[in-house]
């Protein structure tokens, strides 16, 4: 008989689709998954139909619903051999021995598991009491250490609770607010993909940015810690902020400067800040996990991050038509004013800061699209005419 | 005298007075610039500029308020000077003789007035010539002293003139074989 489990959907990034209220407690990195007691033989496990591969080599995460395992070599954009167990299924009097075991120390996560099937999908999560360690048999290494930590934790809250037990109607509220911030993000989503099929009204439309003002101050409901991610957590950081990015980039123009996406990526997080180092470090890994976001420096030191797709070629074709739009009867401005730009009004034009406005105009006089005027009072951008003149007129 | 310039119609763009830092375009521009230098002083007979002249005709607009600075001036200039279209006047990189004719062109000119003014075998200096309001019309009468030295040391070269240089700087004088 064997060991079957579920399979785990990931974000674009990498990392697990977590469910509503579910948290990450730990992550170990070079994981290789046991199923069954390997003196016994005769048992095997895995997703339904891939019990014959090998679960080697993956990182290992726990949170407060599932023991997870995500394949580090599949392919980019698919799963591969990633899975989890629920929580519910790991009870001590199972058969059925699940060993983790992380190299090159001794660190290992082993449990029991009844064999057979996953539960059905539709199967009622557990109460959050099912996560306590009691439901582990934790060998020795980083298992052992994380048992101990969470044993001393429940003592403390134990203490903290009975100590402060007006803080529980507090805490009751909290969980409602987070509630109603999962179920605003959830109808946000719905909008948005209703809002791709068709253009909505303008009611709608002002109700769903309303909604991601209020779901930009809820933020992020389980933010990676180094505490959570250990040595994985600038790659993990990244791959949250590359799945938290795009819904911001989208409202921003597609593209943010460095110093306002460290201010609303802690803003979001809420209490688990991140260092601006930390956030230089996972941008810089985009690159290598394949996200399909990209961080780059203009020529000036301005770092910013955008859009895999956003080209340099469209947003100077932006700014062509911008600069060449025909003059309309209500501009009294001499002809002059109309055919220049400066980075101000760029930056309006576009719904971009000025900063980034200003790299935009320079990339397109690299492209020979503009031409400057260094005019006394500013730099003005004009349509590049000099291709277009003859020396001998 | 000459009519009214007639400037192209880039002189009017603010651009054209900031020397571009993209390569092509700056390429396309000094081009231009060039170009337009050369017909000005041909068109005005003009064969010395003084590029510390800040409102210079040909080196600002005030129609779009923008002139172009003594630094950008110099790069035209030694642009110029690399094609032959200018040499330096002095050290001090601010006048430049524009040559809008090229010195064996203007040698082989005042060769010409030379013979029909009947001075061949004379010796004649050049404040004279640079002065002399006769002979066979077209560019050469008028022309500026710097270009009738040039003129005459090409005209040594070839073995039509020889260059006799006097006690002072001003009485330099060519004798036209």
Redesign the interface.
Known sequence: MSLLVEGVALTPSGRPVLAPEELELRMIERVDVEFGDKRAGNMRGGLQGREADKYVAGVALVTSHRLIWLDQARAPGTEGLSCSVHLSRVIEAAPVPLKMTGAPSSSSLATRVPPGQPPPPAAPPPPAAAGRPAAFAISAGVGGVLHRQHQEHKQRQETVTEAFTDMNALMAKAKEMVTLAEHLAAVANRRQQRGTDSSGSDASDAETTEMDAMMLSMGIASPVTRETAGALYHQQLARQLADWLPQVLAKRGGILALPDVFCLFNRARGSELISPEDLLKACQLWRRLGVPLQFRRFESGVQVVQSLDRSDDEVCATLTEMINRPLGPSDDETR?AMR?MDAYSASVALGIPPTIASEYLLMA??H?IL??????EAT?F?P????E?E??? | MAGAFAFPDFFEYPPYFTIQPTPETQRKQIELWKSLILRYCQHHKTHVLNLEEVDHPLFSNPRCDRKLSLDARRTLVDELAKGGGAEWLGSGRTRCVVLWRSVASWGEAMHAWACELGHQGTVVTVGEIADSREGPGGDFVGVDAEIVVRAARYLEATGKAAVLVGEGGDDTGVKFL
Not at chain 1, 384 to 387: A, D, G, K
């Open positions: 002059d220049r006089e690299r020979g031409c400057r005027d260094d005019g006394p003005y004009y590049n005419f000099f291709p003149c020396a001998t007129y």
